[in-house]
Each structure stands twice: as structure tokens, then as C-alpha cells.
């Protein structure tokens, strides 16, 4: 069974960086077979799609977040991460990271439980 | 980007009965080449990640109950509780994944009646 599970700080100061790793266990990181997604939702609205990675380091990233932007991956330790510069108060969310199969429909088809990062000084 | 607009924001059903929550996409989410509409639903409680419930738009995710049905093709689709439950309370949303810049609706509050 695949598990995701974020960590990193839970604040972070305005105009600096945000940095979470997701931790992947249960066998498919290296397959080749997937994505690797972040998602995040600001308290009290939606879902927002960050970006995505592929094991080989291949990158997608939402157009509106691309320029602050970096998700790279460790495929020695099954994780791969998320760097988010320059934040402020709308960075404030609860950060997901989530699997994405290639070879059906591109969903997202497992999550990691989420952790929610504040942007306050 | 595709925008995805669902309705109601939210409702209330009473148990046993059936919810049905709407989404509508900016321009269509069917590809031509395979006849697949790349539209997903997931059911997100609090407390708790999102949980996929369908994709191509009709298609459960495995262990998701019968009871949840989707349906609709182009720009207009449906989910579909039939004999609410308790445990359905939860918000709602429709994803489309026919482009790579991944676009969710604003979410469906579903609550008892």
C-alpha cells in the first residue's frame, strides 16, 4: 500500500522560502509508472494544483506559482520536494502531496494526510 | 485554464435520500481521440486528505461505494449519491485533468437535512 507523507516547518516568516519534502514508502516511487504532485488548499477555500514531477526530474508547474517555484526529487530516499520563495500571507495553506498513475486517468489517486505551513512573522 | 464551476456551493439532504452535485467546465474536458472525459470527483472530509472517488468522468475508484455515480459528458457533469449516509457528509469537488494546468471547482458542501 503507498503512503505519502509531508513534512517540514509548520511557519515560515514573510519573503522567505517554504520548504516541504514528501516521503514516499510502499514500493512505486521509481517505477516510472507515476507523478509526484503537490496540492495545496488555503484555509476556508479550494483545492489548487502546485506542480508535478517525475522520477527522471521532468517538472509541470502551475503557471501562476511557476516563477517562485522549484520541486525537485531524491530517488535514493523515495522523496521528492517542494520550494516555494519570496511567500506571503497567501502562501498560508495546508500543503498535500499526491500520487499521479500515468498509464490511466492522470488523478490524483493517493495523498499524503496534508500539513498546513503559515506565512506569519 | 479551464474553469470549473460547481453548484450548488452547498445543500442539505436527509438520509436515505439523494444528493446530486453539479460542475460545469469553461470549454470541454471530452478528448475526440479516445471519447474520454477528463473529469475526476473526490469526497474530502476534514481532517482528512481528499479521496478520489471517480474519474473519466463515470468510472469508481475501486472500494467507492455504488451509491456514488457520475455521470455527463462535454462541460456538464453530475455526481450522484444515492441513499445518503451519514458518513457522506463532506465536501465535494470536480477536477479536470484535461490539460496539465490541473483545475478543481470551488467545492460542494453536503450536509444531513
Known amino acids: 500500500q503507498v503512503q505519502l507523507q509531508e513534512s517540514g516547518p509548520g511557519l515560515v516568516k514573510p519573503s522567505q522560502t517554504l520548504s516541504l519534502t514528501c516521503t514516499v514508502s510502499g514500493g512505486s516511487f521509481n517505477s516510472g509508472h507515476h507523478y509526484w504532485s503537490w496540492i495545496r488548499q488555503p484555509p476556508g477555500k479550494g483545492l489548487e494544483w502546485i506542480g508535478y514531477?517525475?522520477?527522471?526530474?521532468?517538472?509541470y508547474y502551475n503557471p501562476s506559482l511557476k516563477s517562485r517555484l522549484t520541486i525537485s526529487v531524491d530517488t535514493s530516499k523515495s522523496q521528492f520536494s517542494l520550494k516555494l520563495s519570496s511567500v506571503t500571507a497567501a502562501d498560508t495553506a495546508v500543503y498535500y502531496c499526491a500520487r499521479v498513475p500515468m498509464n490511466t486517468a492522470m488523478v490524483f489517486d493517493y495523498w499524503g494526510q496534508g500539513t498546513l505551513v503559515t506565512v506569519s512573522s | 485554464d479551464i474553469v470549473m464551476t460547481q453548484s450548488p456551493d452547498s445543500l442539505a439532504v436527509s438520509l436515505g435520500e439523494r444528493a446530486t452535485i453539479n460542475c460545469k467546465s469553461s470549454?470541454?474536458?471530452?478528448?475526440?481521440?479516445?471519447?474520454?472525459?477528463?473529469l475526476a470527483w473526490y469526497q474530502h472530509k476534514p481532517g482528512q486528505p481528499p479521496k478520489l472517488l471517480i474519474y473519466?468522468?463515470?468510472t469508481r475508484e475501486s472500494g467507492v461505494p455504488d451509491r456514488f455515480s457520475g455521470s455527463g459528458s462535454g462541460t456538464d457533469f453530475t455526481l450522484t449519491i444515492s441513499g445518503l449516509q451519514a458518513e457522506d457528509v463532506a465536501v465535494y469537488y470536480c477536477?479536470?485533468?484535461?490539460?496539465?494546468?490541473?483545475?478543481f471547482g470551488q467545492g460542494t458542501k453536503l450536509e444531513i437535512k
Open positions: 477536477q479536470q485533468y484535461y490539460n496539465t494546468m490541473y483545475t
Open positions: 514531477i517525475y522520477y527522471s526530474g521532468t517538472t
Open positions: 470549454q470541454s474536458v471530452l478528448y475526440s481521440s479516445n471519447n474520454k472525459n477528463y
Open positions: 473519466w468522468a463515470s
